[in-house]
């Protein structure tokens, strides 16, 4: 393809030309993203002053359209220049109706944003409620924990709370799936000393149940461990046929890991070990397996051995 080849002159008067047409577009947008327009941003809806003696159910979305009047700047970086990404709604107005409506409140909700955009509707402008009849639950608490420990350390009893149980309220068709609630999640590094925190319990996810308290004070006990064994006797359940049957062996060796505090106090009598019968008979099996039925709750089992016994039956 030949090449076009420009004179000292001509290269000046393109290069020139170029300058101007960038300019010219350049200003143009500065003049154009300079103006006002309306432009429409999604966002969540968060509530405050709800009512106390009322449970509610919003019968709409929890998100909305803002209608916002913005400078073309604005309109291009709207993503980033709303603050906050949700607004919040008064309810006070629900004490005498089941209704709230934005446009009576487009002067607070516009105060809640940094920069100089302004919300001029939001759609849908009425948001309707739902009542019931406002109800009470207890459920435990649930510590949920991330916890890195040093080599050989590990939780060595029950997790201690204050208080065990958190009051949550609400309507009743939403109570009667709370069985438990959580807390947020306690993380720890490193660990080799007794955990004492106080935690926050996870925020309701619906703005009509309340829960109380907020926080609560927990104490994780933690001990370093020791590899230790017991021999146990096994115990022979579900023997409704045979007067006599003799186990081979009639012990089992328990490995465990156990909280050196908790060492001293350790004796086969805080195991339990047994076979079941019922297992011979229905499916005549050549061995037994071994089931602990009990152990201390500050061990941890690491195995068992023989896992199945022989057994000769005694007519």
């Known amino acids: 393809m030949p090449l076009i080849k420009l004179s000292k002159l001509e290269r000046r008067r393109l290069s020139v030309f170029i300058s101007c047409l960038v300019l010219a577009i350049g200003a143009w ?24 003696n009322k449970a509610f159910n919003p ?12 400078t ?20 006070k107005d629900l004490n005498k109706r089941n209704y709230v409506t934005f446009s009576e409140q487009l002067f607070q909700i516009n105060k809640q944003f940094e920069t100089d955009q302004k919300v001029v509707f939001v759609q849908p402008d009425t ?35 204050n208080p065990e149980y958190v009051t949550v309220s609400g309507p009743f068709d939403d109570l009667l799936k709370v069985e438990v609630w959580e807390t947020e999640t306690l993380k720890a590094e490193n660990v080799s000393q007794i955990i004492s925190a106080n935690v926050p319990l996870k925020r309701p996810l619906k703005a009509n149940i309340n829960i109380y308290p907020f926080m609560i004070d ?19 359940v579900n023997n409704r046929s045979f007067r006599n049957v003799k186990l081979l062996p009639d012990k089992v060796k328990i490995t465990f890991l156990s909280a050196l505090s908790n060492s001293a106090n350790i004796n086969r009598d805080l195991f339990v ?8 008979s229905e499916m005549a099996i050549p061995q037994l397996p071994v089931k602990i039925g009990k152990y201390p709750d500050f061990c941890k089992i690491i195995s068992v051995e023989p896992q199945a016994l022989d057994y000769l039956i005694i007519k």
């Not at 019968?59 to 913005?70: F, H, P, R």
């Not at 070990?273 to 011979?280: E, G, I, R, S």
């Open 29 to 52: 947008l500065f003049f154009a993203l300079s103006n006002r327009y309306v432009y429409q941003v999604g966002t969540l809806v968060k509530y405050t002053a709800l009512p106390q």
């Open 59 to 70: 019968l709409q979305s929890d998100t909305v359209k803002l209608q916002v009047e913005g």
């Open 72 to 91: 073309g700047w604005e309109l291009v970086f709207s993503k980033l220049r709303i603050r906050p990404q949700s607004v919040t709604v008064n309810l």
């Open 127 to 161: 948001l309707y409620f739902d009542f019931s009849t406002r109800s009470v639950k207890k459920v435990p608490v649930k510590v949920v924990h991330s916890i890195q420990f040093q080599p050989q350390f590990e939780i060595s009893g029950k997790i201690k709370m």
């Open 218 to 236: 927990i104490k994780i006990p933690v001990d370093e461990f020791t590899e230790m064994s017991v021999d146990v006797p096994v115990k022979i």
């Open 273 to 280: 070990a047994t076979v079941d019968m019922a297992n011979w």
